[in-house]
């Protein structure tokens, strides 16, 4: 069976709840099958509109999104058996147990009892199936969701900033559950959310959306070739220009920054410790450390524009 290149596509996609206001604007998208793409954005900036046309939740006269290589409009209701959705918060019935919350969609959707337990494992909730789901914590809940949007056993799963409100182990969690599925069960993964840093450490691919529009589209590396890998890291130091002009000789990257930072290209943080060192054998006065991230500097650059 050949796969086709995209999961999904879209061409020039459009979206407007008034008049002359694009909430979604001309957003042309390429998901790569068997990739990790994360549709990155600050709040309001077109992620959800987009992710509910993507998922039929809101009407899209024009025949321009595709999944799986086919046309979304001509393929409705087949199509969404084989997409997984999270859209904002799961919807749950906390009443119930998480095994009998997966029974009611088994039950609905003609699925095979079997396929519970089996998605309960992939989420690591098998052994609380019984407990009642309104005693779950939030991270749980969430990957409950996960848990309902695997039953069908898709090869595309659609999610909608599903690390919003976690704690960092919560996060941390749902970003191992998803890199494992995308790894061992081979779906491709269309994620939402306006945290960089997550984003970054799961994804292949990466899209940002601002005001509607996308600004950039492509691998995670090309995004660090754009923003620069290299990051710039500031040392606080006591007579900083008297100190640039005596060390520009020797580290060309040297700026002076605010009249008491010295700034230098790094690209990771070996090469932090290993400058600061080298900046204390010459006697330099080091009062502090801050590391600016090239990715980030790059991204506020983008929201100003």
């Excluded at 995209?6 to 407007?16: G, V, Y």
């Excluded at 997550?198 to 923003?227: D, N, P, V």
């Excluded at 005596?246 to 790094?266: G, H, I, P, T, W």
Aim: charged share 25%; hydrophobic share 40%.
């Amino acid at each position: 069976m050949n796969h086709p290149q995209f999961a999904i596509e879209t061409r020039s996609l459009n979206h407007s709840f008034r008049k002359g206001v694009k909430v979604v604007d001309d957003v042309s998208l390429q998901v790569p099958t068997g990739s990790i793409f994360g549709f990155l954005g600050p709040n309001g900036a077109g992620k959800t509109t987009s992710i509910r046309l993507l998922t039929g939740l809101l009407q899209n006269d024009a025949d321009n999104i595709f999944i799986n290589g086919q046309s979304l409009k001509k393929q409705v209701p087949e199509v969404f058996r084989e997409i997984g959705t999270l859209v904002e918060t799961p919807s749950l019935y906390l009443h119930l147990s998480g095994y009998n919350n997966l029974k009611v969609l088994t039950s609905m959707r003609d699925l095979p009892d079997a396929a519970i337990d089996e998605v309960l494992e992939q989420v690591d909730l098998l052994k609380v199936k019984n407990r009642k789901v309104k005693e779950y914590s939030l991270g749980m809940k969430q990957r409950m969701g996960i848990a309902l949007a695997l039953l069908s056993k898709p090869s595309l799963l659609i999610l909608d900033e599903p690390v919003n409100g976690l704690d960092p182990n919560g996060m941390i969690e749902m970003r191992e559950l998803l890199v494992r599925l995308n790894k061992e069960r081979n779906i491709t993964i269309f994620i939402s959310s306006h945290l960089l840093n997550e984003i970054e450490k799961m994804c292949t691919h990466i899209a940002f959306i601002h005001r509607g529009q996308l600004r950039f589209q492509g691998t995670l590396q090309e995004l660090h070739s754009i923003a620069g890998n290299n990051r710039q890291v500031l040392f606080r130091v006591h007579d900083a220009a008297q100190w640039k002009d005596k060390l520009a000789a020797r580290y060309a990257s040297v700026q002076l920054v605010q009249d008491q930072f010295l700034q230098f290209e790094v690209e990771n943080d070996e090469d932090v410790i290993s400058l600061n060192q080298q900046l204390v054998n010459e006697a330099v006065p080091v009062l502090g450390i801050q590391s600016k991230a090239g990715l980030e500097e790059w991204f506020m650059q983008q929201m100003k524009k």
